[in-house]
């Protein structure tokens, strides 16, 4: 099992740009995250989603999109990039409530 | 809003030596989780608590809960340098299904040296 994979792994962008980050698992697990970590500091929930069809934004949604046609893909769609959306972004995927997350590489994006 | 604080946010420790992290956090939960995460890479799952009184050990860390005090502890046992990394407890809301959304510390980073 390849577990939880991203891609890309970094990322230049410039201010208005879009993008899209992939993410893939392949544990056949209903719940999904995205989170981002800034510098120094503990990660944030970005949106999740707890099956096909179903998606729900976390504690910071602002500047960002999600959907999940597949049970593996949980992609996350940057619009018109921010150099406050610098940061590491996580994918992570889990079996369910009470059960530990498996985190992907991370995706270094940088907006300038 | 649920807040997770963990101290020390710096922990300078020598080899052998036992020291504890602590984590708090600021309403009801009896599911916090323990992650690890090496410079540049991702966060290794290390421990699940999942009810009051919660007692896991691995190695030398073991991690403890008291959701009473609303208290995660993670205990290290004479250390080596291969813990140096940082450390992060995360919550779960209490109650029924949160989705698994995790709120997490900022995290604790360990210096382990001769």
């Known amino acids: 099992n390849a577990g939880v994979t991203q891609t890309p792994k970094f990322r230049i962008l410039k201010i208005g740009q879009s993008m899209t980050l992939q993410c893939t698992q392949d544990m056949n697990h209903n719940y999904m995250y995205w989170y981002r970590q800034d510098p120094g500091m503990g990660l944030k929930l970005i949106y999740y989603?707890?099956?096909?069809?179903?998606?729900d934004k976390g504690e910071v949604p602002n500047g960002y999109n999600v959907s999940r046609s597949t049970t593996e893909d949980f992609p996350l769609r940057l619009e018109l990039a921010a150099p406050s959306q610098t940061s590491v972004y996580f994918c992570a995927s889990s079996y369910g409530d009470g059960y530990e997350q498996y985190f992907g590489p991370g995706t270094r994006l940088t907006v300038t | 809003e649920l807040k997770v604080e963990q101290n020390p946010l710096f922990l300078s420790m020598q080899e052998g030596k036992n020291y504890t992290i602590y984590c708090n956090y600021s309403?009801?939960?009896?599911?916090l989780y323990w992650y690890r995460q090496d410079p540049g890479k991702s966060l290794e799952s290390l421990f699940v608590?999942?009810?009051?009184?919660a007692v896991k050990q691995e190695g030398r860390l073991m991690a403890s809960l008291d959701t009473k005090a609303r208290l995660s502890t993670l205990h290290i046992t004479a250390a080596v340098h291969d813990l140096s990394a940082t450390y992060f407890c995360?919550?779960?809301?209490?109650?029924?299904?949160?989705?698994?959304?995790?709120?997490f510390g900022q995290g604790t980073i360990l210096t382990v040296h001769p």
């Open positions: 608590l999942l009810s009051n009184g």
């Open positions: 989603s707890v099956g096909a069809g179903i998606t």
């Open positions: 995360a919550v779960d809301l209490a109650g029924g299904t949160s989705y698994g959304k995790l709120t």
């Open positions: 309403t009801t939960s009896d599911r």
